[in-house]
């Protein structure tokens, strides 16, 4: 199973959702891309999910040209800016969704509130996925 997670900059809600599917199943291929990478992931990101007993220090923030020629189970957008841009993805993929999270890194305010934006929103990715993953992924690999 081959699961595609695209975002726009590819440093945050991408990369916690990419992230969270893999802990689900080691054995899934999942990747995350950017319409328009960073090329660096979002600290707070990354501590957000460690906190969740994940790390994302490893990942990488790449481009949707490095996919453009896979084939693809699925591939998912999670922000407004990559699913306007889906079209452009020219692989081959069976299953496009699209499931639409708040960026955390356009939050503004004291440090704590930031901090909260990205705990609510990574709970909400983890939440989404762990759905998407009991109930369309796992049937299929049974």
């Not at 906190?51 to 490095?66: F, L, N, P, Q, R």
């Amino acid at each position: 199973m081959k699961i595609l997670i695209l975002c726009t900059g590819n440093s945050c809600r991408s990369q916690m959702a990419h992230g969270f599917m893999q802990s689900y199943n080691k054995d899934l291929y999942v990747r995350s891309a950017g319409t328009e990478a960073s090329g660096k992931l979002n600290v707070d990101a990354v501590k957000a999910m460690k906190e969740a007993g994940i790390d994302i220090s490893h990942h990488t923030s790449d481009s949707v040209e490095k996919y453009l020629g896979d084939e693809w189970d699925y591939v998912i957008t999670v922000c407004g800016g990559a699913n306007e841009n889906c079209p452009v993805f020219m692989g081959k993929v069976e299953h496009r969704l699209h499931m639409g999270f708040d960026d955390p890194s356009h939050a503004t305010g004291t440090d704590e509130f930031i901090w909260s934006e990205f705990i609510r929103v990574r709970d909400e990715i983890k939440e989404t996925f762990y759905k998407f993953y009991k109930e369309e992924i796992e049937p299929q690999l049974l």
